[in-house]
């Protein structure tokens, strides 16, 4: 999709963190994206690598942590995990069903080098 | 030394700020502000005429155009029904963001509005991932696109306040499953408004136009 747009959030988080830190150095970025977030990874590395260049996060490793998507029926109050094709309740066969986690989208931490190293 | 710093910000919350500023402005002048979104051809600017021509002259409807290149074909339609329009030229990207309407917003006599139509790029992916400050989002889905589309594309259907089907005039010369894809929506969804509508004939279009006066009325 817009991972361009993404890529710039994602920089503009973690410079203004870093700032904010006494930072001389970003050395990584976790963000957390759950699977009902569509983002491709390697666009966004891609992204990252061109715009971050000049910036305090120049050569920061970015890391993904993929959260599973969970849904909870709203008749039966069952729990179960999406596997590939959205279904209904698989306890009560009910289409009234909530999403409880998977649509995260956040940059969790950035790790930093708070001095120059000598 | 490294050290970690805690940051836990949501990736698109400059985005979502902006978003309520703009939200904030359109109350100020009393505006309510509905998104549109739909794939390329599913009537976003069939609707928009038919709403307009349901609604004036008793309400005044600015609409802003979300286009991907610089054709102002549906801005002129809009202003060919009388009503004021401004056009955002994505210059190619996916959806609009809540910085391109708050450029647009200034561009319109907001004083005169009571309803700000955004008709949002054509896409059923990007624009759901962009918040923009409207008071409701709608989509459309129309019976040409197939049954299969909430399937297809579900992250649109899980943030909206309303979804129109257009085209049923077409119900019976194509094969479309209104069940299944009503299933589909509930999954997503459930218990979201439904209007089925034909741009062509103007069936529907009435109910969907009470539904939004009592969503304008109620708006505080």
Redesign the interface.
Known sequence: ??EL??TE??L???VR??TQ?N?VRV?SVH?VIGQ???IVDDSVQFYWDMISAETICASAQLHFERRPATLQC?ECDRTYALDG????CPNCHS?????VSGEE???????????N?T | MNTRVKVVEKILSANDRLAEQNRARLDQHGVFGLNIMAAPGAGKTSTILRTIEALSPQITIGVVEGDTAAVTIDADKVIAAGMPAVQINTGGECHLDAVMLSGALPQLPLDQIDLLIVENVGNLICPAAFSLGTHANVLISSVAEGDDKPYKYPNIYRGIDALIINKIDLLPYVEYDLDYFKRGVELLNPGVVTFPISCRTGEGVDVWVQWLLGKMGRRE
């Open positions: 999709m817009h747009a993404v959030s994602i503009n988080i973690a963190h870093a830190a930072a050395t963000l009902l977030s569509s709203l094709e959205l279904t209904d289409a009234r069903i909530k999403v989208f956040y940059l969790e931490s950035i790790e930093v080098e708070a001095e190293p």
